[in-house]
């Protein structure tokens, strides 16, 4: 089992920022990928921004120079750092964490919400 600790989600306006934090633990054995996924709703939950082990991002077209993605894994812990949100950010953003390195699992957080408005 994979618990999640998600945090830092809320009310912000346009042009506002936020940091979104997600601690992972459990059984945890090797940690391939971490990163976040945003929904709205009818719509399918999208890829925001991942980062692997050896520290590749990856980000959707629409978040880059605008969010940043870390990991600090001394504590199995990934952070979204929002910067010049949009209302179009707003969204509940999913953490999600791979493990395993030819066998991979994948583990999804509850979910925290992020509003962007006035």
């Known amino acids: 089992q994979v618990q999640f600790v998600e945090s830092g989600g809320g009310l912000v306006q346009p042009g506002g920022s936020l940091r979104l934090s997600c601690a992972v633990s459990g059984s945890i054995f090797s940690i391939y990928r971490m990163g976040w996924y945003r929904r709205t709703p009818g719509k399918q939950r999208e890829l925001v921004a991942t980062i692997t082990s050896g520290d590749v991002t990856n980000y959707t077209d629409s978040v880059k120079g605008r969010f940043t993605i870390a990991r600090d894994n001394a504590k199995n812990t990934v952070y979204l750092q929002m910067n010049t949100l949009k209302p179009e950010d707003t969204a509940v953003y999913y953490c999600?964490?791979?493990?395993?390195?030819?066998?991979?699992?994948?583990?999804w957080g509850q979910g925290t919400q992020v509003t962007v408005a006035s």
């Open positions: 999600n964490v791979v493990l395993g390195d030819t066998i991979k699992l994948e583990y």
